[in-house]
């Protein structure tokens, strides 16, 4: 064709960037999430802990949240039930140190989730995140089975 657009066609947005909200206590993971996940998604918020993900998802109503497992105040599995529970839409993909099955199953429970195992963080976090919002659960292949 010519390049010009017909009436009725729409092009996407490709200015709207998703939008990220990202948890875990130690600050340098967190500040490593958030370098990696900038490239891509709009960081709307940046947390250590399971309360604050909590306050900050209302706030802000993320695409997507990428939640540590093991935080304080409640764990990152907790705070993504809760959030389904009070009707988030959010996606989740979770990021842990844990290798073990137990935790992918416990988080299954929420629906279609990406686990990240944080020593795979640079290898598995986009392609869970692309999974998961394809409606495909992503589990890193470290993980024991």
């Known amino acids: 064709m010519n390049g010009q657009s017909v009436p009725g066609d729409v092009e996407p947005d490709r200015t709207k960037r998703r939008r990220v909200l990202v948890a875990d206590d130690h600050q340098a993971m967190l500040d490593n999430l958030v370098r990696l996940l900038s490239r891509d998604f709009e960081v709307v918020a940046a947390v250590a802990d399971g309360g604050s993900v909590l306050t900050e998802a209302v706030r802000v109503d993320p695409d997507l949240l990428v939640l540590d497992i093991s935080m304080p105040v409640m764990g990152g599995i907790a705070a993504a039930g809760r959030l389904k529970a009070m009707g988030s839409t959010a996606k989740v993909v ?13 988080s299954s429970a929420l629906g279609t989730v990406g686990f990240v195992v944080k020593d795979r963080l640079v290898v598995d976090l986009m392609p869970a995140i692309h999974k998961v919002f394809a409606g495909e659960p992503f589990v890193s292949p470290s993980v024991r089975r």
């Open 94 to 106: 979770f990021v842990t140190m844990h290798h073990d099955r137990e935790f992918v199953q416990e």
